[in-house]
């Protein structure tokens, strides 16, 4: 079955770029209608949509991290990627990668990364 | 951005009882809706999706309805592995929004 799983480094200094990867496995990103979707969740609160990616490359953000964030996806590596930049502590949260199926919701889950943003 | 608003937001319990919980949106979503499950330390879990359909795999005592812009989950017999934090989520327009959530505690 399809696995999302999460990677990058856990702690990440102010003022610089957090940077994650989602590697998918037991199929190809490139399959079905799906987008490729980032979520993050603050410590013991709860969770707020990041954007997500379609396998074209279109792009959709949330309005109040749109200026920070960039999804990509690298097809040949079936993987995808969130960069968000000027971080701050207000950005120390789980981030976690999920598919997302069309009309359906967020049905595949990564376990979750936790980033912490601290000099 | 539609709100969703959650209610309650912390919710007691007994094995075996029937419990609903609610998710208004501030404006139509039509039936752009789904349900998640959270237990401490996991990725949320799809439940419903549609408003009202199961996601495969999901026990049958899970429903969900909707009526214009209220949705309701309800679990008919509580299970001890049913005691954990549910999301509302719309998906009908961008940014896509989740409810504060309700935390079913054991009472």
């Known amino acids: 079955q399809v696995q999302l799983r999460e990677s990058g480094p856990g702690l990440v200094k102010p003022s610089q770029t957090l940077s994650l990867s989602c590697t998918v496995s037991?199929?190809?990103?490139?399959?079905?209608?799906?987008?490729w979707t980032w979520i993050r969740q603050h410590p013991g609160k709860g969770l707020e949509w990041i954007g997500h990616?379609?396998?074209?490359?279109?792009?959709y953000y949330n309005p109040s991290l749109e200026s920070r964030v960039a999804i990509s996806v690298d097809t040949s590596k079936n993987h995808f990627s969130l960069s968000l930049t000027s971080v701050t502590a207000a950005d120390t949260a789980v981030y976690y990668c999920?598919?997302?199926?069309?009309?359906?919701?967020?049905?595949?889950w990564g376990q979750g990364t936790t980033v912490t943003v601290s000099s | 951005d539609i709100q969703m608003t959650q209610s309650p937001s912390t919710l007691s319990a007994s094995v075996g009882d029937r419990v609903t919980i609610t998710c208004r949106a501030s404006?139509?979503?039509?039936?752009?809706l789904a349900w998640y499950q959270q237990k401490p330390g996991k990725a949320p879990k799809l439940l419903i999706y549609?408003?009202?359909s199961l996601e495969s795999g999901v026990p049958p005592r899970f429903s969900a309805s909707e009526s214009g812009t209220e949705f309701t989950l309800s679990i008919s017999s509580l299970q001890p592995d049913d005691f954990a934090m549910y999301y509302c989520?719309?998906?009908?327009?961008?940014?896509?929004?989740f409810g504060l959530g309700t935390k079913l505690e054991i009472k």
């Open positions: 999920a598919r997302d199926v069309t009309l359906v919701g967020m049905d595949v």
């Open positions: 037991g199929d190809s990103i490139s399959s079905g209608d799906f987008s």
């Open positions: 990616i379609f396998k074209t490359g279109g792009t």
């Open positions: 404006q139509s979503i039509g039936n752009s």
């Open positions: 549609l408003a009202s």
């Open positions: 989520q719309q998906y009908s327009r961008y940014p896509y929004t």
